[in-house]
């Protein structure tokens, strides 16, 4: 049994060890930058050609770095400007030291203690030839941080370090056993076993120890949207597979919900099947349970959404064998009716997810669902539905599923969705379009959004799609190329948006949790990799083994960590953020005197399952 779970490492868990350790620091030092920018010139002797200096200043602790460019006709042209940003980066999750700011001076604090954490301090500065100094100047503490002492410590045990750490029920090979609120363990789910060629043998992954990078650097540099992480409230029904929990249960959604800040969604976009069928009140259930637990959290680190899905409506207004007028006022009714019922019971609350202070609605609700309806019919619909939520004391804005853009009064913009084509070899590996080897679908949403500045653009990332573990499934395959659809998607909005093009403001991943469609992020994704070890002398060396050598690739790679481990299993770390593209490491000034058991630890991009390696003994 995990010392107070898995999700967060805890003091309890390592004080008989740490208790026998001497006092120990962290390692500290300062960067402070003074200077003012140069300029204008004129190199060409008219003003035509005004000139300022332009650089940038990186620092560099241990192997981590950071820069901050600098120039004219950006927002860092000051010593405070750049020390904030500078700060900012070196506060990230792979940062080995955390960062205050005062004015221009920044204090670096190691996150690890012990003599170990003094790490190395390098600073730079680049300017423009057209100027003989640099316009700025860092002045470092030393070339070292200092003040570390004392002995290693620990950071974990190897069970904690590759047990699962995702929210999901435990598989029963799972080294840390199972959540406390779980009544079976979770496997994981296999495609259709008629798939001949499939290349994702097991959309759903058994869980592991995922990786903590923010799904946000999945994005283009300098991005500063929201990530919404679209929800399934089902599990637990009888009428769906089983993953070993029950959403009903606070216990189920307080973990969901936290690991989902831990691996960076801003906004639990819930799927919504209303409030007023019999038959859909487990879903209910659990959309307030998730509600009241993100409501109860000091300021709202992740927000609440809803997405109308056609499930809401299609109890009370029939698909088929309905008058067209019919058809219209039992939409409007229903929607208006469940509109109200979001606003009287969510969107009040200051944890509902808001754009411009409105908050906003995704609507999974298409006309081809009522094939009676036309063009017009939904226009009417949606019309008065707009109207109608606009007497709220903040009116809705809605969101659309992709088709195309429009300029209807009561459309505020459209969203991306995963596009799954029927699965043959060839087409599983369709992964932005259901009629296209190339991504023509999510290219055209982008294209579209960028021409419509007007209306909101939520783009969509997914890791792949196979719903053969769905009591409606239609053998609809996108193979997850061990994790590089992931990537591609990601990827694909670089085309369209950062750097000069406008800004996307949200992504949506589709799906945190619906395992029956082959979308679920929760549990990880694998990446077809596992990491063998060896020693010779000081000396380790590691290599990558693929169990898919087509697909498998380096770039689903965030770095390694190498550890060394005491008899009683505790975990120290030798190095961290280990480039991707290394295979080997001196040992021989990282590790104390005396035997020590290895691990390399491949840490995957974000959301990808992270691979310990076999143990290697060094003898030092």
């Known amino acids: 049994m995990r010392c107070f779970g898995k999700l967060l490492a805890t003091l309890a868990c390592l004080l008989p060890f740490a208790a026998t350790l001497l006092a120990q620091t962290p390692g500290s030092g300062t960067v402070a930058l003074s200077g003012t920018l140069q300029g204008p010139i004129y190199p060409c002797g008219r003003r035509s050609c005004v000139t300022y200096d332009s650089g940038q200043i990186q620092i560099t602790v241990a192997d981590f770095t950071v820069v901050a460019n600098y120039g004219h006709v950006i927002s860092e042209k000051t010593p405070t400007q750049l020390a904030t940003t500078l700060g900012a980066l070196l506060n990230a999750s792979a940062s080995p030291v955390t960062a205050k700011v005062s004015r221009s001076k920044i204090t670096l604090t190691s996150k690890l203690t012990g003599a170990l954490s003094n790490y190395s301090l390098v600073t730079s500065v680049s300017h423009s030839a057209l100027f003989p100094t640099a316009s700025f100047q860092v002045t470092s503490s030393g070339p070292t941080l200092t003040g570390g002492v004392g002995g290693p410590a620990p950071v974990g045990t190897l069970v904690q370090q590759t047990s699962n750490l995702s929210s999901l029920c435990s598989s029963l090979n799972d080294p840390g056993g199972n959540w406390p609120y779980c009544f079976a363990p979770f496997n994981g789910f296999s495609t259709n076993l008629n798939n001949a060629g499939a290349q994702t043998l097991m959309p759903d992954a058994a869980p592991g120890h995922i990786s903590n990078i923010s799904i946000k650097q999945l994005m283009y540099p300098g991005w500063t949207g929201r990530v919404l992480c679209e929800y399934q409230p089902w599990f637990g029904m009888s009428t769906h597979a089983s993953v070993g929990y029950n959403e009903n249960a606070s216990s189920t959604v307080a973990a969901q919900d936290s690991f989902m800040i831990n691996e ?47 499930g809401a409506l299609t109890y009370s207004c029939p698909t088929t064998n309905q008058a067209e007028a019919a058809t219209v006022a039992c939409l409007e009714s229903a929607l208006i009716a469940d509109m ?159 750097g000069a093009n406008p800004q996307l403001p949200y992504v949506q991943v ?35 083994t693929a169990s898919d050598s087509t697909y498998a690739s380096p770039a689903t790679i965030h770095h390694f960590t190498v550890y060394f481990a005491d008899a009683g299993g505790n975990l120290y770390v030798a190095a961290t953020n280990i480039p991707a593209t290394s295979s080997t490491l001196d040992l021989s000034a990282l590790v104390p005197p005396g035997t020590w058991t290895i691990y390399v630890e491949m840490v995957g991009q974000p959301l990808i399952i992270n691979r310990m390696s076999n143990p290697a003994t060094l003898i030092h």
């Not at 792949?464 to 009591?471: I, L, Q, T, V």
């Not at 990880?524 to 590691?542: E, F, M, R």
């Open 264 to 310: 960076g969604c801003d906004v639990n976009l819930i799927d919504f099947y209303g409030a007023f069928n019999s038959n859909q009140t487990f879903n209910l259930a659990t959309t307030s349970a998730a509600f009241a637990d993100l409501a109860s959290r000091a300021g709202f680190p992740l927000k609440f959404g809803i997405m109308e899905d056609k």
């Open 340 to 498: 109200d019922y979001i606003n009287s019971n969510y969107a009040s609350s200051g944890v509902y997810f808001t754009d411009g202070g409105q908050p906003v609605i995704f609507s999974f609700v298409t006309k081809q669902v009522w094939p009676i309806l036309t063009p017009t019919d939904w226009d009417t619909i949606w019309s008065a539905v707009k109207a109608h939520t606009d007497t709220y004391t903040a009116p809705f804005k809605y969101i659309h599923q992709f088709g195309s853009f429009s300029s209807s009064g009561y459309d505020n913009g459209r969203f991306a969705w995963v596009q799954p084509p029927a699965f043959s070899t060839a087409q599983q590996f369709w992964w932005g379009s259901n009629s296209n080897a190339s991504p023509v679908y999510l290219d055209s949403f982008y294209a579209a959004a960028i021409a419509h500045p007007s209306q909101l653009a939520i783009g969509g990332i997914w890791k792949g799609f196979d719903d053969n573990n769905a009591s409606w499934g239609g053998n609809r395959v996108i193979a997850q190329q061990c994790g590089q659809v992931l990537l591609n998607t990601a990827k694909e909005i670089s085309k369209y948006y950062g």
């Open 510 to 544: 589709i799906t945190w949790n619906d395992y029956e469609e082959g979308t679920a992020v929760e549990n990880g994704i694998d990446n077809c990799y596992t990491v063998n070890a060896s020693i010779s002398g000081n000396q380790l060396s590691w290599s990558l």
